[in-house]
C-alpha cells in the first residue's frame, strides 16, 4: 500500500465511525453534557468535521464544505469557528435540529477530504504548511493530526452516546 492508499484507508475509518456514532441520535443523547459540562455528542461530531474540513481545505487551496451547510444549520459563526476554544455556553448555544444534517455534512467533507487525497504524493507530504511551529509543520504532518484529532473526538462521543445507552 502506498502512502495515498494509508491515508485514504485512514480517513475511511473515521467515517466509517462517524456514520456509526450519528445512526440513531435523538434529542437528549445530541445534547447531553456528561457531569454538566462535558462535550455532547452533537458538538463533538460537528467540532470534528468542522476540523477535517477548515484543515483539508486550507491544504487543498480550496473552500470550505462549510461554506454551503452553516446556514443550514442556522449557524452564523462563519468559517473561522470550528469549535477549538469553545465557551461553556458555545457549546450549549450549539443546537443540532437534524442530525441527519450532521452525517450529509460530514459525508461531504469525506468527499472533499478523498478529491485532496488523490493529488498526495511525496512532494506534497513535505510542503510545509505551517511556519508557526519550529520545526515547521508539513502537509503529511497536518493529515496525520487531523486523523489523530478526529479518532480521540470519535472515541468520547462513542463514550458519550454509551453513557446514554445508544
Not at 462517524?18 to 437528549?28: H, Q, T, V
Request: charged share 25%.
Amino acid at each position: 500500500m502506498d502512502v495515498r492508499g494509508l491515508l485514504t484507508e485512514g480517513f475511511g475509518r473515521i467515517t466509517e465511525l462517524y456514520a456509526g456514532i450519528a445512526e440513531d441520535l435523538d434529542d437528549e443523547t445530541l445534547h447531553h453534557r456528561p457531569g454538566g459540562t462535558g462535550n455532547p455528542v452533537g458538538w463533538l461530531l460537528w467540532h470534528l468535521a468542522r476540523v477535517q474540513d477548515d484543515h483539508v481545505a486550507d491544504l487543498a487551496g480550496e473552500p470550505q464544505v462549510w461554506e454551503r451547510f452553516q446556514d443550514r444549520f442556522g449557524l452564523p459563526n462563519g468559517t473561522g469557528d470550528i469549535g477549538y476554544g469553545h465557551t461553556s455556553e458555545q457549546v450549549d448555544a450549539l443546537r443540532i435540529d437534524d442530525p441527519a444534517l450532521l452525517a450529509e455534512y460530514h459525508h461531504e467533507v469525506t468527499l472533499a477530504t478523498a478529491r485532496y487525497l488523490q493529488t498526495v504524493d511525496e512532494a506534497e507530504l513535505e510542503r510545509e504548511v505551517d511556519q508557526r511551529w519550529d520545526p515547521p509543520v508539513t502537509a503529511g504532518q497536518r493529515l496525520i493530526s487531523i486523523q489523530g484529532d478526529c479518532l480521540q473526538h470519535l472515541g468520547q462521543a462513542a463514550y458519550v452516546k454509551g453513557l446514554l445507552g445508544g
